[in-house]
């Protein structure tokens, strides 16, 4: 079965702080994906990155950046100098190979602090 | 490009009544998918439709349905609506099963049970 845990709820910060959001998961497949989603007030949700699991090296885009660590199953998400707009709720996701169910944790809230 | 739509946008009904919900997919993309998120959580997977057939079905009873039409959209159906029906209804499009494709999602449809 697969699983995925974001174990923080709420997270608030001050703006231009780093924060990470953490995401374990757990699955029985060898080639599966990983995903973070950003749903705004509005609730859309906004793809963010899509990391293979055969691929872990670590990914920088502008301020964010994304540590993927096969031995502890874990997918954690940097954002670095925050903004207020970056205030939303973060969804990491699951998905085996040839499958398109995505499996979601419940999120974190993030907000930033002017 | 138009990205994936939805509606209504808003919905409310009483329990017991049908719903119909509609997604359009991204031009060129054959794959949609359909996902509950009830508040505080983070979506869980419906139906999965890939030229016109059921590919994926989530842990849902049976009141939900869906298709697939030969123009790509699709309708969710939910019957004999109960009060845990009420969430944000989601419509995802990737362009073709099981790819490495990321979804792409729609803004959602909010539906309100009383």
Sequence with gaps: AQKVTQAQTEISVVEKEDVTLDCVYETRDTTYYLFWYKQPPSGELVFLIRRNSFDEQNEISGRYSWNFQKSTSSFNFTITASQVVDSAVYFCALRNFGNEKLTFGTGTRLTIIP | ?114
């Design chain 2, 1 to 114: 490009d138009a990205g994936v739509t939805q509606s209504p946008t808003h919905l409310i009904k009483t329990r017991g009544q049908h719903v119909t919900l509609r997604c359009s997919p991204i031009s060129g993309h054959k794959s949609v998918s359909w996902y509950q998120q009830v508040l505080g959580q983070g979506p869980q997977f419906i139906f999965q439709y890939y030229e016109k057939e059921e590919r994926g079905r989530g842990n849902f009873p049976d009141r939900f349905s869906a298709r697939q039409f030969p123009n790509y959209s699709s309708e969710l159906n939910v019957n004999a609506l109960l009060l845990g029906d009420s969430a944000l209804y989601l419509c995802a499009s990737s362009l073709l099963q099981g790819s490495v494709d990321e979804q792409y999602f729609g803004p959602g449809t909010r539906l309100t049970v009383t």
